[in-house]
């Protein structure tokens, strides 16, 4: 059974670059036709599609988001990050990392990280 989990600082600071990382075991990151995303949901929200970056290496990136927004891996460590820049307070957020067959996932599924709480706060 695959397991992801995130990793990275709780606390960043505005106009800063936040970085996280999501380790995979149980399963390897270039296994064909599968999608690794990155999702978030700020505190009374809902669940928002960051990005992903395919089995292939691919990246696709929400629209409302690219431009801040980088997503690579390295497949010696089972593992991909996300590159957020220019952070503000709306970037408060429960951040997690999943996977799935589609590229674009907006609800919880099995495969799925705890998450962690990133607070953008001066």
């Not at 380790?23 to 270039?30: D, F, H, L, P, Q």
């Not at 999943?98 to 590229?103: T, Y």
């Amino acid at each position: 059974q695959v397991r992801l989990q995130e990793s990275g600082p709780g606390l960043v600071k505005p106009s800063q670059t936040l970085s996280l990382t999501c380790t995979v075991s149980g399963g390897s990151i270039t296994t064909n036709n599968y999608y690794w995303s990155w999702v978030r949901q700020p505190p009374g929200k809902g669940l928002e599609w960051m990005g992903a970056i395919a089995y292939s290496g691919n990246t696709f990136y929400s629209p409302s988001l690219k431009s801040r927004t980088s997503i690579s891996r390295d497949t010696s460590k089972n593992q991909f990050t996300l590159q957020l820049t220019s952070v503000t307070p709306e970037g408060t957020a429960v951040y997690y990392c999943a996977r799935d067959r589609k590229v674009v996932v907006t609800t919880k599924g099995n495969d799925w990280g705890q998450g962690t709480q990133v607070t953008v706060s001066s």
